[in-house]
């Protein structure tokens, strides 16, 4: 999907954010992850069209993937290639909407939802939450048995979201995950660098 050192995609949640988020996505960026993913679901789609841009000029700066969230529209018009959709999204788009991204992802949390979604065009996916995790608090991660199903039905790479760390990533990978999604840790470390060198 991306051509990185890194198998980490962060995605970002500036509530969750130490400082400013701005200078926070510039550390990030320079890190070189996989990618940032600009989730911001709490935005309307105007104040997130705004976000987006000032984040993907950011990134091409520093010359790393940006994946925009939800809004379709905003993306193309920024001119950005890569996206990632919640299902019911996904869902609606036509095949000449999606023909715009060259990058498509979607958010699954099932077998079932991960086959529809490789079907429906994606070039990757996001699967969980697989480990406990206090954004999903109360509800059980699905586990390593779900990623490793998830990896082995669909031919997509597969990222593994919730409560992925330093401390499980070797797992994620040996359960055939092409690697992991981190939120909280990437928005509130005291140094990023450092944060994601951790997972290699």
């Given at each position: 999907?991306?051509?990185s050192m890194s198998d980490i995609l962060c995605v970002t949640n500036r509530?969750?954010?130490?400082?400013?988020?701005?200078?926070r996505i510039e550390a990030i960026a320079a890190a070189r992850p996989a990618g940032i993913l600009l989730r911001e679901k709490d935005l309307a789609e105007d104040a997130y069209r705004s976000l987006a841009e000032q984040v993907l000029s950011i990134c091409r700066r520093h010359g790393t993937p940006c994946i925009l969230h939800s809004f379709v529209g905003a993306a193309a018009a920024l001119g950005c290639t890569a996206i990632h959709l919640p299902l019911p999204v996904l869902r609606t788009l036509t095949d000449r909407?999606?023909?715009?991204?060259a990058v498509l992802g979607a958010s699954c949390h099932?077998?079932?939802?991960?086959?529809?979604?490789?079907?429906?065009?994606?070039?990757y996916?996001?699967?969980?939450?697989?480990f406990d995790t206090d954004c999903k608090r109360g509800t059980p991660g699905r586990g390593l048995a779900?990623?490793?199903?998830?990896c082995q039905k669909v031919s997509l790479?597969?990222?593994?979201?919730?409560g992925v760390s330093p401390e499980n990533i070797a797992a994620v990978r040996q359960s055939g995950a092409a690697g992991g999604c981190v939120m909280s840790g990437a928005m509130t470390c005291r140094?990023?660098?450092?944060?994601?060198?951790?997972?290699?």
């Amino acid at each position: 999907m991306i051509i990185s050192m890194s198998d980490i995609l962060c995605v970002t949640n500036r509530t969750l954010c130490a400082g400013d988020f701005l200078e926070r996505i510039e550390a990030i960026a320079a890190a070189r992850p996989a990618g940032i993913l600009l989730r911001e679901k709490d935005l309307a789609e105007d104040a997130y069209r705004s976000l987006a841009e000032q984040v993907l000029s950011i990134c091409r700066r520093h010359g790393t993937p940006c994946i925009l969230h939800s809004f379709v529209g905003a993306a193309a018009a920024l001119g950005c290639t890569a996206i990632h959709l919640p299902l019911p999204v996904l869902r609606t788009l036509t095949d000449r909407e999606k023909a715009v991204f060259a990058v498509l992802g979607a958010s699954c949390h099932s077998v079932e939802e991960a086959l529809e979604a490789e079907k429906l065009g994606c070039t990757y996916l996001t699967a969980g939450h697989v480990f406990d995790t206090d954004c999903k608090r109360g509800t059980p991660g699905r586990g390593l048995a779900f990623l490793r199903e998830v990896c082995q039905k669909v031919s997509l790479p597969v990222y593994a979201i919730g409560g992925v760390s330093p401390e499980n990533i070797a797992a994620v990978r040996q359960s055939g995950a092409a690697g992991g999604c981190v939120m909280s840790g990437a928005m509130t470390c005291r140094d990023v660098v450092t944060y994601l060198g951790e997972f290699s």
